[in-house]
């Protein structure tokens, strides 16, 4: 099973690498920021609330974030992996999830960091509010503050894999093809280079 997380602050181009991605390796896509607005558009208590602290560029609580990714694994069994958008943001996060994974007998394979620089992101995320809707990408404000909340927090994780020698740096500027096929080739090497772990072969799942 081939999971990865795709990493980078707010307008880096996750979301269209992610579907590229889904695409050429057949994954399901788990956005923590989709579930939570498809939430919101049903307005659930869940989606109320994590409109006010979206709205404000603030981040959801673990265990809301978490309780959805867990779902979300028992209701895709049979999946060929999963590709993670924009989550974990913490150490804390990126902890859990791989108790999560375990659980269900698989692991994160890799984590890639798409990086631009913070006046390129501005501009990025101000022209994508012109038609998103999105309250947090029609304010400098708060688009700015998201982006400092990634650098003093949600930068961290890329410390926690590489730990584990699965954090590759990317960057986010250029050609989308180009960055895609820079993507893709992190991930194969990175697939010739790990073999099948005893705990996902025990459980019956390709690692």
């Given at each position: 099973m081939l999971n990865i997380v795709l990493f980078g602050p707010p307008g880096a181009g996750k979301g269209t690498q992610s579907q590229k991605l889904i695409t050429h390796y057949n994954l399901v896509h788990l956005s923590t920021g989709d579930l939570l607005r498809a939430q919101i558009t049903q307005g659930t208590e869940l989606g109320l609330k994590a409109k006010k602290l979206m709205d404000e560029g603030l981040l959801v609580p673990d265990d809301v974030v978490i309780g959805m990714i867990g779902s979300a694994l028992e209701t895709n069994p049979q999946a060929s992996g999963f590709i993670f958008d924009g989550f974990p943001r913490t150490?804390?996060?990126?902890?859990?999830?791989?108790?999560?994974?375990?659980?269900?007998?698989?692991?994160?394979?890799?984590?890639?960091?798409?990086?631009?620089?913070?006046?390129?992101l501005v501009k990025r995320l101000l022209e994508r509010g012109k038609t998103?809707?999105?309250?947090?990408?029609?304010?400098?404000?708060?688009?700015?503050?998201?982006?400092?909340?990634?650098?003093?927090?949600?930068?961290?994780?890329a410390g926690y894999?590489?730990?584990?020698?699965?954090?590759?740096?990317?960057?986010?500027?250029?050609?989308?093809?180009?960055?895609?096929?820079?993507?893709?080739?992190?991930?194969?090497?990175?697939?010739?280079?790990?073999?099948?772990?005893?705990?996902a072969a025990t459980n019956g799942v390709k690692a």
């Open positions: 150490v804390a996060q990126a902890e859990s999830l791989d108790r999560l994974m375990a659980a269900h007998g698989t692991h994160i394979g890799c984590m890639i960091a798409l990086e631009v620089q913070e006046e390129e998103s809707n999105r309250p947090d990408d029609q304010d400098e404000t708060k688009i700015r503050r998201r982006v400092t909340v990634y650098n003093t927090e949600t930068a961290q994780v894999y590489a730990t584990q020698q699965k954090f590759h740096a990317l960057n986010g500027i250029g050609p989308i093809e180009g960055i895609f096929g820079q993507i893709c080739g992190l991930i194969d090497q990175h697939q010739a280079a790990v073999p099948e772990t005893p705990a």
